[in-house]
């Protein structure tokens, strides 16, 4: 018995660990003219097509682009969705750390496209910022409008 | 060397010489004819007063008369009584006869007269009762080459006696006609009788003039324009020439090669759209000529351009530095920012930020944000890579929510229409404050579409804030970049109000 609870309390600790790695700052806003980081309906490359399908998730690379510095931290955004097959929701997140379970953009099949804005962090890793989309197929752009360093 | 004065130089000239005297005194002398500057006046008219005829019934130099020299109706008298100067004098109608008499002189009117004035000496003496009807008649006209009237300058007639009180000799002088408007025409000048069968009146003609006054007319000047002496061209060029002269370009055309493109008259500017990819690449030669109406023709300066069809040209532009390299090799942009690829060559660049900057994408051949892009040399190809400084580090102010604008108050934007909103000075935004924290309301749409917010002054980037969707009003947060205090409003969908309203503000 004494066993299983140990292991229980390590997992426990990975979860803690995870989120502490998002904490961090603060730090000063560089507001950007809004540029097109992200589209997938481009052809297909690290930040083009293709469409996302139903659950999955895709990293794309916000610093180094659109004037974004690789020393970014965060990132303030447009999240937009087009030619949505099935109602869903997008979750966006830092690149080094497991999915958490957020929603930035809920969005219906009948919505020919739709936007929200988003703060999120971004990773170290080259490809720093992930995506996923819950269910269907669905094109999704990112116009970073300023980031935080 | 003997000196021959010349009419009208067109350069000055110098003679020098030694006038020698008994013993050893001698003095020089220069003698200098200016190039002539003004013009001058002189008579067109061949012997006006026919005084050069040899005989009564023969033509006088210059002068064609009809009926024919020599015929039984004379109409050149010689040694006559009733010349207006001299003893020679023409003399129309004048029989029981219906027929035509015609007096005629070929002239051509300078192009550079400034006054062209004709002038003659007219008696006039009829059998019909004075004040009688019109029967017989003279005109004073103009006549082309082909014999076919252009204008009538005076129609006398035997009613006309009267100002010769129906005396022979009792000449009176018609015009001056001004015929400056058939500058550098060549015409007829006519004097044409006509007499019925009874009651014959004579037109006596004399001193027939037609005075011009001309000006110098140097020849034209022209030049290219456009493109530079040197230039690397490609694609379409616009071949621009530009002429002028003392008095007017009457053509003007574009050579390339020696061969005129294009020419259009009486204009001093000629513009060709010059398609390259018609022609070698390597040089070619551009040049314009101009001509007068004085006959003048100048041929401009040579320009010589090199078409380069399969030329990649790398511009950089944004607020940052980076250089852009090629494989293959050639453009390293940097310093060559130009290279002759062959045709059909798949080439690579590579964008790289300098330190402090970031590379923020591609435009004109090359688009999107990665930093590698492949251009194929099909045929000439700009590529401009943009690269950015980081902005400036700014902070977050909190406000009251405070709403900005709404359209619903003064105007809705239409459809593919931009619109600058001040937001510095409103909701207490300070002049300084980068960007504010705004919720952008867009208010039952008519239709689906999008509006976007981006810095004014800059063309709309691409992106877009906040996607409509028919009837339904939806909202939407996002950082707006300012510029100058102002964000602007692109609209792309249908007539659209909406609102923002803002919460905070970086500065």
């Known amino acids: 018995m004494k066993n299983i609870l140990r292991l229980t309390l390590s997992m426990i600790l990975l979860g803690v660990s995870g989120n502490a790695l998002a904490q961090s700052g603060p730090y000063s806003y560089y507001a950007?003219?809004?540029?097109?980081?992200?589209?997938?309906?481009?052809?297909?490359?690290?930040?083009?097509?293709?469409?996302?399908?139903?659950?999955?998730?895709?990293?794309?690379?916000?610093?180094?682009?659109?004037?974004?510095?690789?020393?970014?931290?965060?990132?303030?955004?447009?999240?937009?969705?087009?030619?949505?097959?099935?109602?869903?929701?997008?979750?966006?997140?830092?690149?080094?750390?497991?999915?958490?379970?957020?929603?930035?953009?809920?969005?219906?099949?009948?919505?020919?496209?739709l936007a929200n804005g988003v703060l999120v962090g971004l990773s170290s890793n080259a490809q720093d910022l992930s995506v996923y989309n819950n269910s269907g197929n669905v094109h999704v752009i990112i116009d970073v409008t300023g980031y935080f360093q | 060397m003997p000196y021959s004065y010349a009419s009208n130089p067109s350069t000055t000239s110098t003679r020098a010489g030694t006038i020698s005297f008994s013993g050893s005194l001698s003095a020089t002398f220069t003698l200098t004819q200016d190039a002539a500057?003004?013009?001058?006046?002189?008579?067109?008219?061949?012997?006006?007063?026919?005084?050069?005829?040899?005989?009564?019934?023969?033509v006088a130099p210059g002068w064609v008369i009809t009926p024919s020299p020599g015929s039984s109706h004379w109409l050149i008298i010689k040694n006559g009584p009733y010349g207006h100067a001299g003893i020679t004098y023409a003399s129309l109608g004048g029989e029981n006869v219906t027929q035509y008499d015609w007096l005629m002189q070929t002239v051509t009117i300078p192009s550079n007269a400034t006054a062209s004035n004709l002038t003659a000496w007219i008696n006039v003496?009829?059998?019909?009762?004075?004040?009688?009807?019109?029967y017989d008649v003279l005109w004073v006209a103009l006549y082309d080459l082909n014999g076919n009237p252009i204008t009538t300058l005076r129609q006398l007639s035997n009613q006309d006696a009267l100002l010769s009180n129906n005396t022979l000799g009792n000449y009176f002088q018609v015009g001056p006609f001004d015929l400056s408007a058939y500058k550098g025409m060549t015409v007829q000048v006519?004097?044409?009788?006509?007499?019925?069968?009874?009651?014959?009146?004579?037109?006596?003609?004399?001193?027939?003039?037609?005075?011009?006054?001309?000006?110098?007319?140097?020849?034209?000047?022209?030049?290219?324009?456009?493109?530079?002496?040197?230039?690397?061209?490609?694609?379409?060029?616009?071949?621009?020439?530009?002429?002028?002269?003392?008095?007017?370009?009457?053509?003007?055309?574009?050579?390339?090669?020696?061969?005129?493109?294009?020419?259009?008259?009486?204009?001093?500017?000629?513009?060709?759209?010059w398609n390259t990819m018609l022609v070698s690449n390597g040089q070619h030669q551009i040049y314009s000529k101009a001509y007068d109406g004085a006959g003048h023709v100048t041929t401009s300066s040579i320009v010589i351009v090199t078409v380069?069809?399969?030329?990649?040209?790398?511009?950089?532009?944004?607020?940052?530095?980076?250089?852009?390299?090629?494989?293959?090799?050639?453009?390293?942009?940097?310093?060559?920012?130009?290279?002759?690829?062959?045709?059909?060559?798949?080439?690579?660049?590579?964008?790289?930020?300098?330190?402090?900057?970031?590379?923020?994408?591609?435009?004109?051949?090359?688009?999107?944000?990665?930093?590698?892009?492949?251009?194929?040399?099909?045929?000439?190809?700009?590529?401009?890579?943009?690269?950015?400084?980081?902005?400036?580090?700014?902070?977050?102010?909190?406000?009251?929510?405070?709403?900005?604008?709404?359209?619903?108050?003064?105007?809705?934007?239409?459809?593919?229409?931009?619109?600058?909103?001040?937001?510095?000075?409103v909701c207490g935004i300070p002049p300084s404050a980068v960007a504010v924290v705004a919720n952008i309301t867009a208010v039952a749409p008519a239709s689906g579409g999008f509006l976007a917010f981006y810095p004014a002054g800059s063309t709309w980037p691409g992106n877009s804030t906040l996607n409509y969707r028919t009837g339904k009003t939806r909202a939407n947060n996002a950082i707006l970049r300012l510029s100058g205090g102002v964000t602007?409003?692109?609209?792309?969908?249908?007539?659209?109000?909406?609102i923002i309203d803002v919460t905070g503000y970086f500065q």
Not at chain 2, 241 to 246: E, G, I
């Open chain 2, 37 to 58: 500057t003004g013009g001058g006046g002189s008579d067109l008219i061949v012997d006006g007063g026919f005084e050069s005829a040899t005989a009564s019934g023969f």
């Open chain 2, 190 to 273: 006519a004097f044409v009788a006509f007499t019925d069968s009874s009651l014959p009146t004579t037109f006596l003609v004399d001193d027939v003039s037609l005075q011009v006054s001309t000006v110098a007319d140097n020849p034209p000047t022209t030049s290219i324009t456009m493109p530079a002496s040197g230039a690397a061209v490609s694609g379409t060029v616009n071949v621009a020439a530009t002429a002028a002269d003392d008095h007017a370009v009457t053509s003007l055309e574009i050579d390339i090669d020696g061969l005129a493109k294009v020419s259009n008259t009486n204009s001093t500017s000629l513009s060709y759209s």
């Open chain 1, 32 to 113: 950007l003219t809004p540029c097109r980081a992200v589209d997938t309906r481009e052809t297909n490359g690290t930040n083009g097509g293709p469409i996302f399908g139903s659950n999955s998730t895709r990293n794309f690379q916000i610093r180094g682009i659109c004037g974004i510095p690789t020393g970014a931290k965060a990132v303030s955004l447009n999240l937009t969705i087009v030619n949505a097959t099935q109602s869903s929701f997008l979750t966006v997140w830092p690149s080094n750390v497991a999915r958490p379970f957020v929603s930035m953009l809920n969005f219906e099949a009948a919505d020919p496209s």
């Open chain 2, 308 to 425: 380069s069809n399969n030329a990649l040209v790398v511009t950089k532009s944004g607020t940052g530095s980076g250089g852009v390299t090629s494989n293959p090799s050639g453009i390293d942009c940097g310093t060559t920012c130009r290279f002759d690829f062959a045709l059909n060559t798949q080439v690579t660049l590579t964008a790289t930020a300098a330190v402090g900057s970031s590379f923020s994408g591609w435009s004109g051949a090359c688009s999107g944000s990665s930093p590698q892009c492949t251009v194929t040399m099909s045929q000439a190809q700009n590529v401009t890579a943009v690269f950015t400084s980081p902005p400036v580090a700014s902070a977050f102010y909190v406000l009251a929510p405070c709403r900005i604008i709404d359209t619903r108050d003064s105007t809705p934007l239409a459809n593919l229409a931009t619109r600058d909103v001040t937001v510095a000075g």
């Open chain 2, 125 to 134: 003496t009829t059998q019909e009762a004075l004040g009688d009807n019109v």
């Open chain 2, 488 to 498: 602007t409003v692109f609209n792309n969908g249908s007539m659209q109000n909406f």
